[in-house]
């Protein structure tokens, strides 16, 4: 059964503190793995999709990369406005839906 | 564009009541899904829908029905809501399957 788990649950930093975020899967055969954001009260939003190990893709402060068994959402120099709900979704390669990590929540103080 | 808009944004039910959600995207997607948000679950898939015409279930579909008559929009019911069916719902659309979701706004809905 695919599973993904999401860590640490929180995690607060202070401005310009970098850290990483970590999301654990497993899947029968990963068709693609996908970071959101979602701000409080507001739907996910879209930041990046890795398809094979060693894969990386950087946005702004963000930059993801992907292992077989995991994926790292690594915040360089944070600001407060990176403070959000980071979600990250597997899909396997038997057209399997989206499967959902349980999210960490990333607070960033000035 | 507006992309995936929802309504209502807010409603509280009794036990027993019935009421739709409708989802609207104009990105001409072929793929929608409603998924429910609970704390500490994530998201889960209720219904998905592949095309105009077309539904099938998720992984949590019990006590929700789906009907997508026009591509550009996905109606979610709830028959008889139970207080279990509180929660925040979403629905997301695709142009492929496994292309990333773009989401809506979310309707949060209580049960009473």
């Known amino acids: 059964e695919d599973q993904v788990t999401q860590s640490p649950e929180a995690l607060r930093l202070q401005e310009g503190e970098s850290s990483s975020l970590n999301c654990s899967y497993t899947?029968?055969?990963?068709?693609?793995l996908f970071w959101y954001r979602q701000d409080p009260g507001k739907g996910p939003e879209f930041l990046f999709t890795l398809y094979s190990a060693g894969e990386e893709k950087e946005k702004e402060r963000l930059k993801a990369t992907l292992t077989k068994k995991e994926s790292f959402l690594h915040i360089t120099a944070p600001k407060p406005e990176d403070s959000a709900t980071y979600l990250c979704?597997?899909?396997?390669?038997?057209?399997?839906?989206?499967?959902f990590g349980q999210g960490t929540e990333l607070s960033v103080k000035p | 564009n507006a992309g995936v808009t929802q309504t209502p944004k807010f409603r509280v039910l009794k036990t027993g009541q019935s009421m739709t959600l409708l989802c609207a995207q104009d990105?001409?997607?072929?793929?929608m899904y409603w998924y429910r948000q609970d704390p500490g679950m994530g998201l889960r898939l209720i219904h998905y829908?592949?095309?105009?015409?077309?539904?099938a279930k998720g992984e949590v579909p019990d006590g929700y029905n789906v009907s997508r008559l026009k591509k550009q929009n996905f109606l979610l019911g709830l028959e008889s809501a139970a207080p279990s069916q509180t929660s925040v719902y979403f629905c997301?659309?695709?142009?492929?399957?496994?292309?990333?979701?773009?989401f809506g706004p979310g309707t949060r809905l209580t049960v009473l």
């Open positions: 829908s592949v095309g105009e015409g077309t539904t």
């Open positions: 997301a659309s695709s142009p492929y399957w496994g292309n990333e979701q773009f």
């Open positions: 899947v029968s055969g990963l068709r693609g």
């Open positions: 990105m001409n997607h072929e793929y």
């Open positions: 979704a597997v899909q396997d390669n038997q057209g399997g839906k989206l499967i």
